[in-house]
């Protein structure tokens, strides 16, 4: 079945969809609460460190993964 929104109406749909499920592991899963204070450690560090912007970037993206990761262990256990 086709999707009636389109557009910029879609785009808005897909954020609001993304946020809730966001919510949802935020309230229902302890170690995703985790996962986010340790990412947000990590990144106020990661802003001190002496290193290059590649490496800073490399490291910025792992810490993405992480997240990233926890959700998908999520959805699969849902």
Do not use: W
């Not at 935020?26 to 490496?55: H, N, T, W, Y």
């Not at 990233?68 to 999520?74: R, V």
């Amino acid at each position: 079945m086709k999707s009636p929104h389109t557009g910029i109406k879609r785009i808005l749909k897909a954020f609001t969809y993304s946020y809730d499920g966001f919510k949802a592991s935020f309230k229902s899963e302890a170690a995703f609460r985790q996962d986010i204070l340790f990412c947000l450690v990590m990144g106020i560090i990661l802003c001190f460190l002496p290193v290059s912007k590649i490496q800073t970037a490399i490291m910025a993206f792992t810490l993405i993964f992480i997240l990233f990761a926890e959700l998908t262990n999520t959805a699969i256990e849902a």
